[in-house]
């Protein structure tokens, strides 16, 4: 019987695992087998066996098989049950991959008393190892409408965050605000950040992507207009250029796309004009 294969019976996959024993996709496909048969018991009792049966050093196969035992006792377990699974996991795994795991696991379910606690506890533990604690909370706010608790988050984030960190984090807030909260809160962000500091191209990148996805065409144009104007390099105006043409190949008609094409040709002259005095 290949592992592959179609397994269905408990015979066919001890023999599956029997020849890859560190499979941690087998071990939860075999504690889906017994789900599917409101046999839980049996799948916990899976879940235990290849905690014990993957090698130490499989480290990816092991978080895989936690977040997988997880899962089953956020699904059909009650909070001692997740409880007790969560602690052990996080003293036996990456406990910061864990804890992002469970703070997901939690809000998916919406379970989100527990997830509050969670995603708290991420940011109280982790937030001096990883400024992405502060974003992934941001985004489990907004995405269940709780945007001003997301925009005080943002505040307490740059008092504890180095300053020279801020840039990326107040992108990532706007990016949030933009798509999940109020897009014009999310534009002032942007504009603000990008009145600071004119030339982050990675800022502008994200702006820029995030105006010709959700805003008009107008909005789009004018705020590649502002990049392509930026005093950059062809490698750093290049995409934005290429954007623009998409936009309008997309979007507008044979004239706005034979302009832009003029604008990036008319720059690129420049440049060689210079070069060649």
């Known amino acids: 019987m290949e592992k592959d294969g179609e397994l269905t019976s408990n015979a066919d996959y001890a023999r599956a695992l029997k020849g890859d024993p560190n499979d941690a996709q087998l071990w939860i496909r075999y504690m889906s087998h017994f789900i599917g048969k409101d046999e839980l018991a049996k799948a916990r009792a899976t879940a235990e066996k290849a905690l014990t ?29 997740w409880t ?7 003293e036996s795994a990456d406990s910061f991959k864990i804890h992002k795991h469970m703070a997901a696991t939690l809000a998916e379910n919406e379970k989100f008393t527990e997830a509050d606690a969670i995603f708290d506890k991420l940011v109280k533990k982790f937030r001096a190892q990883s400024d992405e604690v502060w974003t992934l909370q941001a985004d489990y706010l907004y995405s269940n409408d709780r945007e001003e608790e997301a925009r005080i988050l943002m505040t307490r984030a740059l008092e504890c965050v180095p300053k020279t960190r801020h840039v990326p984090l107040i992108s990532k807030f706007a990016a949030l605000e933009y798509t999940k909260g109020d897009q014009e809160k999310g534009r002032n962000l942007f504009e603000n950040l990008l009145a600071t500091y004119p030339k982050k191209t990675e800022v502008w990148n994200t702006y820029v992507d995030l105006t010709v996805k959700y805003a008009d065409v107008e909005q789009a144009r004018h705020v590649l207009e502002r990049a392509t104007s930026l005093p950059l390099s062809v490698f750093k105006l290049r995409p934005f250029y290429k954007k623009w043409i998409e936009l309008e190949t997309r979007e507008g008609d044979e004239k706005s796309l034979s302009e832009v ?14 070069l060649d005095e």
């Open 84 to 90: 007790g699974v969560f602690t052990r996991a996080c």
């Open 53 to 81: 049966t993957i090698n130490y050093r499989e480290d990816a196969e092991l978080f895989a098989l936690w977040c997988a035992y997880v899962n089953l006792e956020v699904s059909f377990g009650d909070v001692e049950s």
């Open 261 to 274: 094409k003029k604008k990036a040709m008319e720059y690129l002259t420049s440049l060689k004009d210079v």
